[in-house]
């Protein structure tokens, strides 16, 4: 059973490795429009949401 359990959790992972690359690329897309518009409030916010899915994938890289 634990190791049912553990390729489970696998294989969400590798499903979401794809979908976190993708929040990552709008999100620097949000980021440079923002850079654009001189929009500080928007350039702090996408900041902190790429430092947060950076971690997010580092930990699934290590997996």
Same mark, same amino acid.
Not at 38 to 61: A, C, G, H, P, Y
């Given at each position: 059973?634990?190791?049912?359990?553990?390729?489970?959790?696998?294989?969400?992972?590798?499903?979401?490795?794809?979908?976190?690359?993708? #929040?990552?690329?709008?999100? *620097?897309?949000?980021?440079?429009?923002? !850079? @654009?518009? $001189?929009?500080?409030?928007?350039?702090?916010?996408?900041? #902190?949401?790429?430092?947060? *899915?950076?971690?997010?994938?580092?930990? !699934? @890289?290590? $997996?």
């Amino acid at each position: 059973m634990k190791y049912l359990l553990e390729e489970v959790r696998r294989l969400e992972e590798k499903e979401r490795l794809p979908v976190l690359r993708m #929040e990552i690329d709008y999100e *620097l897309l949000t980021l440079y429009d923002a !850079l @654009q518009a $001189n929009d500080t409030v928007q350039i702090i916010k996408s900041k #902190e949401r790429l430092k947060t *899915l950076r971690k997010q994938l580092m930990v !699934l @890289q290590d $997996n």
